[in-house]
């Protein structure tokens, strides 16, 4: 299965913006959804958003904030993260399923968002 690697992420302030960034080893370009994940410790690892053929897919916390895309021709996808707030401070991660299995994570990229 397609492995990724994810980037982007850093420590930024309250209200500010991130754009991570999730490269495929290989083509995504038959791949019909792809979603990110992430993780605030502590907590659980929740689904943030997903990108479909044609929809996106986004929880209510993020709903207006953040946009998923992806390039095929780079086998990338993307997440722009505006209006960052404290509670959005995880590690972000890609993945090819939902819900998600214990297989094919990356080391994922930390968002940290100071108040």
């Known amino acids: 299965q397609v492995q990724f690697v994810e980037s982007g992420g850093g420590l930024v302030q309250s209200g500010g913006s991130l754009r991570l960034s999730c490269a495929a080893a290989g083509s995504i370009s038959e791949i019909t959804h792809i979603y990110w994940y992430r993780q605030a410790p502590g907590k659980e690892r929740e689904l943030v958003a997903q990108?479909?053929?044609?929809?996106?897919y986004y929880i209510n916390s993020v709903k207006g904030r953040f946009t998923i895309s992806r390039d095929n021709a780079v086998n990338t996808v993307y997440l722009q993260m505006n209006s960052l707030k404290p509670e959005d401070t995880a590690v972000y991660y890609c993945?090819?399923?939902?819900?998600?299995?214990?297989?094919?994570w990356g080391q994922g990229t930390q968002v940290t968002v100071s108040s």
């Open positions: 993945h090819l399923y939902y819900p998600p299995r214990n297989d094919g």
């Open positions: 990108i479909g053929v044609g929809h996106t």
